[in-house]
T-cell receptor, first 109, second 112 residues
Framework: AQSVAQPEDQVNVAEGNPLTVKCTYSVSGNPYLFWYVQYPNRGLQFLLK??????LVKGSYGFEAEFNKSQTSFHLKKPSALVSDSALYFCALPGGVTFGTGTRLQVTL | NAGVTQTPKFQVLKTGQSMTLQCAQDMNHEYMSWYRQDPGMGLRLIHY???????DQGEVPNGYNVSRSTTEDFPLRLLSAAPSQTSVYFC???????????FGSGTRLTVV
């Protein structure tokens, strides 16, 4: 069965520092991978996706994700965190069935 | 262009009551889905539809019914509410080829 895993329930970062939110996957064949963000009391919003090609994918709000086939990972990154980035982040596979359990990002001053 | 609209935003039900959660989209997307979100469990797919007149079950369909008479609307019915159905419910849409989902802002349901 195909799956994604987010090993951290919460990530704490100081504003201005780089952030990483981790995701690993288990997929047969070439994976398509997505990241979504959920702000309080809102639905999920699409951030970025990986299909094929460059291993570094750029998305909305200055986020990017690094695809690593050997480590079966698709970590979300941002060079300099903002307090406004505080939210819940989900990685996902296509098809609308498989979402990670979510990682809460807390950025503090 | 409102995207995906869910109503109501909040609802409290008594055990055994029934209700319908509404979802409407103005994006002309073929696919619509209902999810529930519970702490520590991410999103779980309840039912989905690939077009008007076509619906299918997701991971956790028990206790819920759906119908899709038009492209725009995809209501979710709770037949006899139970406390285990206390959750936040999200409706989502996407085009078949993109897999990029657009979500509504959710309905927070409490069953007492």
């Amino acid at each position: 069965a195909q799956s994604v895993a987010q090993p951290e329930d919460q990530v704490n970062v100081a504003e201005g520092n780089p952030l990483t939110v981790k995701c690993t996957y288990s997929v047969s064949g070439n994976p398509y991978l997505f990241w979504y963000v959920q702000y309080p009391n809102r639905g999920l919003q699409f951030l970025l996706k990986y299909i094929t090609g460059d291993n570094l994918v750029k998305g909305s709000y200055g986020f990017e994700a690094e695809f690593n086939k050997s480590q079966t990972s698709f970590h979300l990154k941002k060079p300099s965190a903002l307090v406004s980035d505080s939210a819940l982040y989900f990685c996902a596979l296509p098809g609308g069935v498989t979402f990670g359990t979510g990682t809460r990002l807390q950025v503090t001053l | 262009n409102a995207g995906v609209t869910q109503t109501p935003k909040f609802q409290v039900l008594k055990t055994g009551q029934s209700m319908t959660l509404q979802c409407a989209q103005d994006m002309n997307h073929e696919y619509m889905s209902w999810y529930r979100q519970d702490p520590g469990m991410g999103l779980r797919l309840i039912h989905y539809s690939v077009g008007a007149g076509i619906t299918d079950q997701g991971e956790v369909p028990n206790g819920y019914n759906v119908s899709r008479s038009t492209t725009e609307d995809f209501p979710l019915r709770l037949l006899s509410a139970a406390p285990s159905q206390t959750s936040v419910y999200f409706c989502a849409t996407h085009f078949r080829d993109t897999n990029r989902y657009t979500f509504g802002s959710g309905t927070r349901l409490t069953v007492v």
